[in-house]
């Protein structure tokens, strides 16, 4: 079993060239299904959750090869519109593959995605759009049977909660069915907006996305194309985050500053500086940071869930108070304990943390709870006193390409062993 070993206490300095998106990878390999004809897609992270996806493609019979940061699709050849039990317990997020399948095939079966280490990671917004597209939906034993006997035509859809991942499926639902769909209350992530620009570029017809109404017409069918995935912008903000925490000055190269609007307003409140042009991002970390009164967690173009370990990381050693709000999962604070075995002071109650700043962190042998807290320990070993062991590092492995080798371009000291 792999770990990562870090002797903390160094500054960070130097330049990061941010890897592509995960979470705009993982909706566009399962949009490829939907395309006519050869996909080429750059900047392609090297994840266990991209593998992952390449596996579920290559399981429904299309050909798909990943060579160095780029993921070439084939789905001429596709002959299942099954996604097995195994493939969605690897990755919940395979239910974005639900969308596409049905685009394609007119039929899916795939498991429950079922609970995961952040909660319930419930569905419900997902089957209620699909269904109002004509999509007949039967579960038995924890497996949902999807079939459209009438195919599947676009709707009006309003969702309660503009969940990322039911607005990528009733996105790629939408772009091949049968009229025209409406989407209001929808995810407004950049993520979102990359996945529209992919389909746009195959030829599908959608506009307002970014925005909390997206309309899309269904086209007969979509082509292919070369397609450049966009920054990780959790990613960016996982390094800017260790260096405000070790302390240093970086510039993060291929990174779109205006995605991390809400997170940049937060490392300004801690007394870091920066400065951004289109894509870079130089920061210099304060010394001492300053504790930020209070953070919630919010849908885009709020503070993202998904910054919210690494930030608490870095904020256990800044000056005063911080009261985090978790509005998002229900279950993410399970990093904390962590955090509190290398001398942080947090107290959780429900979703929310309060941290009081401490002096400084001492290393420890910490376990890997997710792929946030999974960084937020990484994040909390650069800036410890002494030597941090962390385990169960696959949940990082998930998220960043060859973390230990960026870092070390930087001046940390760590090493996987
Ligand atoms: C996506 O998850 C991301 N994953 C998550 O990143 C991210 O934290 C999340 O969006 C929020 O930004 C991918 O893109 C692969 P949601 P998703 O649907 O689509 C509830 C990471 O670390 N909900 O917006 O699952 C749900 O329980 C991952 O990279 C329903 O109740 O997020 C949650 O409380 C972690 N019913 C909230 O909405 C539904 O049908 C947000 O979920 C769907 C969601």
Not at 96 to 114: D, E, K, Q, S, W
Not at 160 to 185: D, H, R, W, Y
Not at 222 to 239: E, Q
Not at 406 to 414: C, D, K, M
Request: proline share 4%.
């Amino acid at each position: 079993m792999q770990k990562l070993v870090i002797q903390g206490g160094r500054h960070l300095e130097g330049e990061i060239i941010v890897q592509g998106a995960k979470n705009s990878a993982l909706p566009i390999a399962a949009a490829s299904l939907l395309c006519d004809g050869e996909i080429w897609l750059e900047n392609c992270p090297r994840l266990s959750d991209v593998y992952a996806a390449c596996r579920i493609l290559t399981n429904l019979g299309c050909r798909c090869r990943m060579q160095e940061h780029t993921v070439t699709v084939d789905a001429h050849g596709m002959d299942s519109s099954e996604i097995p039990e195994q493939f969605m317990c690897e990755m919940r997020s395979s239910i974005i593959f639900l969308g596409a399948v049905l685009g394609r095939m007119g039929t899916c079966t795939l498991g429950y995605p079922g609970g995961c280490e952040l909660g319930p990671r419930p569905i419900n917004l997902h089957l209620q759009a699909l269904r109002r597209m004509g999509v007949k939906i039967h579960e038995e034993n924890g497996i949902l049977h999807c079939t459209t006997p009438n195919g599947l035509h676009g709707a009006r859809i309003h969702l309660q909660f503009p969940s990322v991942g039911a607005t990528e499926n009733i996105l790629l639902a939408a772009v091949t069915a049968k009229g025209e769909t409406t989407i209001s209350n929808a995810a407004r992530e950049p993520e979102i907006i990359d996945l529209a620009r992919f389909l746009r570029a195959c030829g599908a017809q959608i506009a307002g996305e970014g925005t909390g109404t997206i309309v899309i017409r269904g086209v007969k069918q979509l082509h292919g194309c070369t397609y450049r995935i966009m920054p990780d912008r959790i990613v960016a903000a996982t390094w800017l985050a260790a260096a405000a925490a070790a302390g240093g000055e970086l510039s993060l190269r291929c990174v779109s500053a205006s995605d991390l609007e809400s997170i940049l307003a937060v490392f300004e409140e801690m007394n870091c500086r920066m400065s951004a042009s289109a894509d870079s991002i130089c920061f210099h970390a304060a010394a001492p940071l300053r504790a930020v009164r209070t953070l919630k967690t919010m849908p885009y173009p709020g503070f993202p869930t998904d910054a919210q370990a690494i930030l608490m990381a870095a904020l256990c050693c800044a000056a005063g108070t911080t009261v985090i709000e978790e509005t998002i999962f229900e279950n993410r604070f399970r990093h904390v304990d962590a955090l509190v075995k290398m001398g942080a002071d947090i107290r959780t109650a429900g979703r929310v943390a309060v941290i009081n700043g401490v002096r400084s962190l001492h290393g420890a042998a910490v376990e890997a709870t997710d792929l946030r807290g999974g960084a937020a320990m990484l994040i909390a070993g650069l800036c410890a006193a002494g030597e941090t062991i962390i385990t169960e590092i696959h949940h990082i492995d998930r998220g960043y390409d060859s973390p230990e080798q960026v870092l070390r371009s930087v001046g940390a000291e760590i090493i996987r062993v």
